[in-house]
């Protein structure tokens, strides 16, 4: 029986060291990997590169990390919501590199699909080409993109198995599932941790193969990143 159950956070975590590469899931605070990022923090490694949509907000998620200064260089394709990360990248602390939101989603699908790059049409004729390889397919121009390098990937997920097999809900599914299995390890934190066989084939969005450690998350929060009320009208 294929067995990837780790007891917490703090096992499936164990040996990550300062200047590695993370992925990160998540879409502003929806399928975020609270608790791996809170061990993150825990930890105090320093000098890492993230690999996320966004940097969360400054109180929560990886603007955890931000304010601990433990990040180097984050790779991302939205950084609206968070102060701390625009104080850090407009004064120079903190190395940035924007990548179309696509981009950044195929980037980290082919690394999990094992190619080593790939060509397409965003970004063409402006910064983001830059210094990199392009080319003309049917009369379109195309850029040349290397998919992503990480030493972890840390997603979250609704349910999951002890084989690894995962099951994500509704917009948490996001970048999650591209994660899996494009880093040398996969960390998975579920919601709902059950036996192998227990899920339905049917409805399992990632399979266990792309998975390493996976282990039961607790005390998550549903926030909301921006709450819009409209105003009564009387």
Known sequence: ?????????QEALM??????TFMVGGFGLCGIPENAIAELVKLNVSEVTCISNNAGVDDF???????????KKMIASYVGENQE???????????VELTPQGTLAEKCRAAQA????????????????????????????????????????FVKAWKGDTAGNLIFKGTARNFN????????ITVAEVEELVPAGTLDP????????FVQRIFQGENYQKRIEQRTVTPKIH
Do not use: W
């Not at 029986?1 to 956070?9: E, L, W």
């Not at 990360?85 to 903190?94: A, K, P």
């Open 202 to 209: 049917n409805q399992i969005h990632i399979p266990g193969i």
């Open 61 to 71: 998620g990886l603007g955890l990390l931000l304010q601990n200064k433990q990040i």
């Open 114 to 153: 094992g190619f080593p790059a790939f060509y397409t049409p965003a970004g063409y004729g402006t910064e983001v080409a830059e210094g990199k390889e392009t080319r003309e397919f049917d009369g379109k121009m195309y850029v040349l993109e290397s998919a992503f390098k990480a030493d972890f990937a």
């Open 15 to 20: 040996d990550v060291k300062n200047g590695m």
């Open 177 to 184: 599932p591209n994660m899996c299995g494009a880093a040398t």
């Open 1 to 9: 029986m294929i067995h990837k159950k780790v007891n917490n956070v």
């Open 85 to 95: 990360f625009e104080r850090q990248m407009l004064s120079g602390e903190l190395e």
